[in-house]
């Protein structure tokens, strides 16, 4: 396959990309800052999610494209001193599926995660009460306006949603379904997100469907 990777310099987009590369296949590393991304295999395609002409070149002759951009909670903001645009992954997608359209690409991926959308109910009460509420409350409201922009879409999607990421090793060891119950303990490894997004496409699988991951 011949894909675009939107957010190939975060942890779970690097190891897709490579992944992708071990497989086979040919990335695009669709990114705001192609002198951050250290593997020299990949293609590099310098755009912003939020400029929709540029990810009309960008994605021109793709066979798909994932959707792996990082959040935009309010630790992550403080610690590294950034700054995201509250509607990044909303307002992104808009731009992306518009650009899909306009070059005739049909097979998406977005990584979203757990607690958004219908699963907020199902989080352990120190998630649901206390970690969303004042750390990932803007960002789960985003993330859940992006899923229902990707469903009304006419593309061939797929939403994927992964508890705690970890940078553990991967495992193969998958779980995946909706609705999943969810713990405290509910986590999975990026190796495992990666492995799981790139088998979604290579099979062909879960199209139109939300799908929930854990280890």
């Known amino acids: 396959m011949n894909l675009a990777v939107l957010g190939a310099t975060g942890a779970t987009g690097r190891l897709l990309c490579d992944q992708a590369l071990a497989a086979g296949h040919t990335v695009a590393a669709v990114v705001r800052r192609p002198e951050a991304v250290g593997n020299r295999r990949l293609q590099l395609v310098k755009a912003d999610v939020l400029d929709p002409q540029a990810l009309e070149g960008a994605i021109l002759g793709r066979d798909a494209v994932v959707w792996a951009v990082g959040g935009h909670d309010r630790l992550r903001a403080a610690v590294r001193g950034e700054h995201r645009a509250s509607d990044l992954n909303s ?8 650009a899909m359209t306009t070059e005739g690409v049909d097979r998406l991926i977005v990584i979203s995660s757990w607690g958004v959308g219908d699963s907020a109910p199902r989080l352990p009460f120190l998630f649901r009460r206390i970690v969303v509420p004042l750390l990932l409350r803007d960002e789960f409201a985003d993330k ?14 797929t939403v994927v949603r992964p508890t705690r990421l970890t940078d553990g090793p991967r495992t193969d060891r998958v779980r995946a379904g909706h609705p999943l119950p969810f713990t405290t303990r509910s986590h999975i490894a990026r190796a ?3 492995a799981f997004v790139l088998r979604t496409l290579e099979q062909d699988t879960h199209v139109h469907e939300t799908v929930e991951i854990t280890n």
């Open 91 to 98: 307002r992104g997608t808009r731009n992306v599926l518009h």
């Open 144 to 157: 859940a306006r992006q899923e229902d922009v990707v469903r009304a879409s006419a593309l061939r999607w």
């Open 192 to 194: 495992d997100v990666a």
